[in-house]
Structures are given as C-alpha cells and as structure tokens.
T-cell receptor, first 113, second 115 residues
Framework: GDSVTQMEGPVTLSEEAFLTINCTYT??????LFWYVQYPGEGLQLLLK?????DKGSNKGFEATYRKETTSFHLEKGSVQVSDSAVYFCALSDNSGTYKYIFGTGTRLKVLA | DSGVTQTPKHLITATGQRVTLRCSPR?????VYWYQQSLDQGLQFLIQ???????AKGNILERFSAQQFPDLHSELNLSSLELGDSALYFC??????????????FGPGTRLTVL
C-alpha cells in the first residue's frame, strides 16, 4: 500500500543554518504531497503542498519539489530561525478516490540561538 | 485558529471505560477525518466521514466507532479502554472534494489518558 518515509529526528541546527528534511513516498498512482508542521501543544497545520510532478510548493521560506522520478518531496529552508522549531510531517493523499491521507512519522526540528 | 474545534481538551479515565470525543469541522467543510497520535506510532489515520457517511477506514480498532451527524459535527467513541489507547486524538476537516489535493485543517486535539 501507499506509504511515506521521512528522516528520523531530532534534527538540531543553529540559527541561520540550512535545513533539509528528507521525505520519500510509495504510491500506486499520482498522489498529492504535503508538508504539515506541528508547533508544541497545537494541531497540525499545512506548510505547503504540491499536486503534480515537478510542482514546487513554498511558504514562509520553506520549499519542496515533487520529484516523481525519485519519488521524493524533500523539505528545505535556506536559513532557519528559532521559531521554526517544531515537528514536520510529510504526507500524501491518493488521487485515485480512496480519500486516505498517509502521514510520515514526523521529524522534530530544534533550532538553537 | 484553524476553525476546527475539539472537546474536551483533556480526558483522564480508567481502563475498561468508554469515552466520546467531539469534533466540529470548519464552517462549510463536509468531510471529517480522525487520527490517533501516539509517541511510538506517529499519526495514524482512523476513519473519514463525508456529509454523514463513512468514506474511508484506516487502522481503527473494533472497540472504536465514529459517526457524523446532520449538523456535520462528528463523534469518536472509544470503548473498553486500554492503557495503550492513551494518545492525542485529532480531527481534521476538508471541503471533501473528490481529488486528493484538499488541505486538511486540524483541530487542537484531545489528550486521552487511560489509567
């Protein structure tokens, strides 16, 4: 079945460092791909999404490109801030009508001042 | 604020008991998803409802059930509770379109502790 694999955390970076969180997926069709972020004590919220191959989602300085050839959707940010400390979830949604969303296990990011 | 509300925020109960978690979706959203988030298993999809009908089922135990009412709010019922059911339970809502590109809007969650 469909699945999402993302890198284990925690990831600890200094402020202004470059961030990459890897995400790969397995899907039979052509899913939509998402990154959600969960700040401490809150629910998840959408960070960015891409709905077809080669699409780039971007928001708040974060970017991810839908790579069909490598089945990947890696999250990047050029310069992280302390306020980016959170748990990041990669997810996919099957466009074939199953209506299921599959989430990765989450990657905790800690940014130090 | 996502517009999705969940009650209660915290729930502490004993093994063998039954509890009901409530979720109100964003205004205009027809679809509600339920998820369980535990430390060792990440975010697990339980069940989805669309406009009152069950649409998709994930890893939901037989002891758990859900429904969506005509006013579109949803309830998740957990019975014969076990220690391992302790987790954060989230609901999320979407407009319920037929494509998979809908953004999910999550509520703040209900933290269930089973003692």
């Amino acid at each position: 079945g469909d699945s999402v694999t993302q890198m284990e955390g925690p990831v600890t970076l200094s402020e202004e460092a470059f961030l990459t969180i890897n995400c790969t997926y397995t899907a039979t069709g052509y899913p939509s791909l998402f990154w959600y972020v969960q700040y401490p004590g809150e629910g998840l919220q959408l960070l960015l999404k891409a709905t077809k191959a080669d699409d780039k989602g971007s928001n708040k300085g974060f970017e991810a490109t839908y790579r069909k050839e490598t089945t990947s959707f890696h999250l990047e940010k050029g310069s992280v801030q302390v306020s980016d400390s959170a748990v990041y979830f990669c997810a996919l949604s099957d466009n074939s009508g199953t209506y299921k969303y599959i989430f990765g296990t989450g990657t905790r990011l800690k940014v130090l001042a | 604020d996502s517009g999705v509300t969940q009650t209660p925020k915290h729930l502490i109960t004993a093994t063998g008991q039954r509890v009901t978690l409530r979720c109100s979706p964003r205004s205009g959203d027809l679809s509600v998803y339920w998820y369980q988030q535990s430390l060792d298993q990440g975010l697990q999809f339980l069940i989805q409802y669309y406009n009152g009908e069950e649409r998709a089922k994930g890893n939901i135990l037989e002891r758990f059930s859900a429904q969506q009412f005509p006013d579109l709010h949803s309830e998740l019922n957990l019975s014969s509770l076990e220690l391992g059911d302790s987790a954060l339970y989230f609901c999320a809502s979407t407009t319920g379109g037929t494509t998979g590109a809908d953004t999910q809007y999550f509520g703040p969650g209900t933290r269930l502790t089973v003692l």
